[in-house]
Every structure is written in C-alpha cells, then in structure tokens.
C-alpha cells in the first residue's frame, strides 16, 4: 500500500488545460473515486499517476516518492483499461502473466504463483486456458483485473472498468471489486462518469468538472452537504432541484421566496449572510413528500404535474412551481396523472441554499459535516 500526493497537478495538451492544479492526498489503502463529466480531465489525471502521460507542472509523490518523469514499469503501479486490452491470440493465463519479466525480476515460479493466486482471487481457475474470444464480458473484465493482480502493485488504477458491461453485470462487478479490495487493501484509485459506482465503491469520491476538483468527501457526505450547484446537481439521481429565490426575513423567521412557495429556514450557519440576497434554492426529489404523507400542521405548497414516469420503487413527477420545474419522489402505485395539482412538502432538515457564483452558503440539516476539501476556484 502507499500514500499518494498530487500538488498543483496540470496537464496542458497545447494552449488547453486539461488539468488545472489539483491538490489531493490519498491515503494507504484507501479507494478513491475520481468521478466527473466527460472531459473532466478524470482520466487525464489517471493516466499522469500511471506515468501514460507527462506532468506537465506540479509534483505527484507516490510512497514519499517524487515520480515526474519515472517511467510506468518503475512505479509499481498496475491499471486496468476501459476496453480491457486483451491480447486475443493469448490465453487468458498468458495475457494475465504478459510483461511479467519484463516489469520486474520475476522467476517462471513466481510468475506461476501470482497467477495461481489471482485467479483464485478471482474465481476463474477454470478460465486459464481459455482466448479473450471465448469468454463473456464479465470474464473478460475479471481476466484484465487479474493482468493487474499478478504485478502484486501497490497502487491499483482502473479507467472506467464496468462501463462496458450491461446494468446487471455491472452490479455484480462493482460487488466484486469491493470483496476484492476489502481483501487486498491495496491502494486504489478509480475513474468513472457514473455517479451510482462513485457513490457506491469509494470511501471518499473526488468530484471533478473542466480539469478542478469541486469537493472531495465521504459519498454520503457528498449528498447531504454538496459544496456547489455542480456537485449538487452532478449527484445525485435524478439531481437535486434548484430554483431561484430571495432569502428575505419576515417577523424574525428568514423564508425563501419563490413565485410558487414560501418557505421558512432553519437557523443553521451561513443562514444570517443570505438574508437579503438572491439564491439558489436546493431541495432533492426524495425530500419533497405528498401532504398526505405529512402531520396535518405541515406547510404544503401546490404544484401542478407535468411528467409522470414509473420507476417501480418510486413515481418521479415532473412538476411545475411558479414557472420552474422541480423534480418529485411519490410511492411507485400513487394515483397521479399529469395535469393534477397536488399538495407537497419540503423537509425542513434538508434544504440548502448557492450564492449567484455557484458555492453552497446554507444546509438545513442539524448534522455536522465531517471536514472535507473546497472546491478550487481560480
């Protein structure tokens, strides 16, 4: 396992800046989740850790180690590709155990053992002798994440690993790879646009949009107190609702107001600045409840349904408020067609308010959030 450091890292391909000085310390055994848009400069950063690609300012240490400029084989890292990379005239054994010698100063016995261990790992003993032709997807992925076991590294780096599996696979594969890394607990770092692998694998998820870091957090953390609209938005799914208010106080009680609603904040911090000043209101569908479901003394607000669309677990509505659109979360089997109005209700400790630049200056909640990086502004 070894401790990684990325100060001010960039990576500029002529006059574009893909990478815009992140900042990050991953720790010894931690999986990490880069996640973000296409073109986010996710994997870009991926690849500069391998050393696929050059730095082209900044400084990243891997083990207490400055790595600019070491080569790929000399890092002791291992990646795993998005498209696999199998050779398909090798066996599954000889793709996984290629480059082997030349990575390192490996004897046919040792070679032999890593493979025999990885693939127990892995649950493919029976697959060894079998071309990357011969198997199935699910296959293919577990023969490239051995090709990375057998290096025994001590950092993992895997590109968008599952994105090329159907939904159902992709849910077993993420499984897997969490039994695997609670095993190993080898340091791991994984890119992916998806923000349900992000939430799901990652003991912290790094968010990144136009080559910067936006916020990087523990998953829930990330949910409950986004640290700007982009990562409000981002995760999430479907996104949480913003519409725009005045934050106004009105006989001691501070309301934000809304051409369809008023709504009154609890005193939280951030709360006294936004007194007066135009804001992005923020509330997630799941937290907008039907009055039915409420105490009888619960404000409501009306709405008027626009979509409907049945998920099984859930109803999502479409609903329009004063003009705006906001998103709705109602049992799956609720009798609701477009064109009602209906009643709902705003969850009180889950309300937050963005400033006109973006930042998240209010969250309702009572909780305390645990420290977590600033987005980078420039």
Same mark, same amino acid.
């Given at each position: ?30 999986? *990490? ?14 690849? /500069? ?29 291992? /990646? ?84 090329? *599996?159907?939904?159902? *696979?992709?849910?077993? /594969? ?205």
């Amino acid at each position: 396992m070894s401790h990684i450091q990325l100060d001010d890292l960039r990576k500029r391909f002529g006059d574009v800046e893909a990478v815009r000085g992140i900042d990050l310390e991953i720790e010894k055994g931690e999986f *990490l989740v880069l996640v973000g848009p296409s073109g986010c400069g996710k994997s870009t950063t991926l690849r /500069m850790l391998a050393g696929l690609e050059d730095i082209s300012e900044g400084e990243l240490r891997i083990a207490d180690e400055r790595v600019n400029g070491v080569a790929p084989k000399n890092r002791n890292v291992a /990646m795993v590709f998005q498209n696999y990379a199998l050779y398909p005239h090798m066996t599954a054994a000889e793709n996984m155990k290629f480059g082997m010698k030349s990575a390192g100063d490996y004897g046919d016995d040792e070679i032999e053992r890593r493979l025999d261990r990885a693939a127990d790992i892995l649950d493919i003993p029976e697959l060894m002798e079998r071309k990357p032709g011969e198997l199935s997807g699910g296959e293919r992925q577990r023969v490239a994440i051995g090709r990375a076991l057998v290096r025994e590294p001590e950092v993992f780096l895997l590109d968008e690993p599952l994105s090329n *599996l159907d939904a159902k *696979l992709r849910v077993q /594969m993420r499984a897997e790879l969490l039994k695997l890394h609670q095993e190993l607990q080898t340091t791991t770092v994984y890119v992916t646009h998806d923000q349900t692998e992000a939430m799901t694998l990652g003991d912290r998820v790094a968010v990144l949009d136009a080559g910067q870091l936006q916020q990087v957090a523990e998953p829930q953390e990330l949910y409950d107190f986004p640290a700007n609209r982009f990562v409000a938005e981002f995760i999430g799914n479907p996104a949480m609702n913003l519409v725009p208010v005045d934050v106004v106080e009105d006989g001691g009680e501070v309301r934000a107001e809304h051409e369809g609603f008023s709504v009154g904040l609890p005193d939280q911090a951030g709360l006294d600045d936004a007194v007066g000043q135009s804001a992005h209101f923020g509330i997630r569908p799941e937290d907008v409840s039907l009055a039915g479901n409420l105490p009888a003394d619960a404000p409501t607000h009306e709405i008027t349904v626009s979509v409907t669309e049945p998920l099984g677990e859930s109803l999502l509505m479409h609903c329009d408020v004063g003009g705006d659109e906001i998103q709705v979360k109602a049992e799956p089997r609720a009798e609701i067609r477009p064109g009602d109005d209906i009643e709902v209700g705003f969850d009180e400790e889950r309300l937050h308010l963005f400033d006109q630049s973006g930042d998240a200056v209010y969250h309702s909640t009572s909780a305390t959030p645990k420290t977590s990086e600033a987005p980078l502004t420039e």
